[in-house]
């Protein structure tokens, strides 16, 4: 992780930097076509206040400003009870979900992963189908693709997850 980089619980006035930084990615998101994936103001204020109150949700700090964020939860995750495939293990997981950051900073899902593999073995992620650079990036950190799930609107989700051995 760069030296000038860190991760911490968010705390509830980082609520307005941290909807910033979603605000941007969800540009990002749009305009690399994919354009079906955080609207109707998904992912809220409020979702991320509740994320905040569960001590789920973190943000990446670089240089005092708030650069990035992500829920990171313990499971079992409802929707991915069932799954049109196969996940690779029935262990615990964490689930990670409202991946973001700001445009100009890079290495933030390399960083995320190694933050959140010093605390668990197993991640499940899943995503939107229009979402290219997060397959390209679940892909290049070694997540295997396990099917397809669905959200409780009945909108599916390609699901992925990683599982490693922990350093003794």
């Known amino acids: ?14 609520i307005p930097a941290i909807m ?18 955080w609207i109707n103001g998904y992912p ?3 979702l991320i206040r509740d994320d905040i109150m569960l001590n789920a949700g973190y943000a990446i700090i670089e240089n005092g400003l708030i650069i990035g964020y992500f ?4 499971s079992p995750e409802p929707t991915y009870s069932f799954i049109k495939g196969k996940w690779l ?3 615990p997981y964490y689930v990670i979900h409202r991946m973001a950051s700001l445009p100009d900073y890079h290495s933030i899902f390399s960083d995320i992963m190694e933050w959140s593999f010093m605390r668990t073995q197993t ?3 899943d995503t939107h189908r229009d979402n290219h650079i ?14 397809i799930i669905y959200l409780r609107n009945g909108d599916e989700r390609l699901a992925y997850q990683k599982t490693i051995q922990l350093a003794i």
């Not at 990615?25 to 076509?33: D, E, F, T």
Request: proline letters at 2%; charged letters at 20%; hydrophobic letters at 30%.
């Open 20 to 37: 910033r930084v979603i605000d941007l990615a969800r540009q990002i998101m749009h305009n690399s076509g994919n354009t079906n994936q």
């Open 123 to 125: 991640i499940r992620i």
């Open 44 to 46: 809220s204020d409020s």
């Open 89 to 91: 293990n029935d262990e």
């Open 134 to 147: 997060m397959q390209h990036n679940l892909q290049k950190h070694g997540f295997s693709y396990c099917g």
């Open 71 to 74: 829920a990171f939860i313990p």
């Open 1 to 14: 992780m760069n030296t000038n980089r860190h991760i911490r619980l968010a705390q509830e006035n980082d």
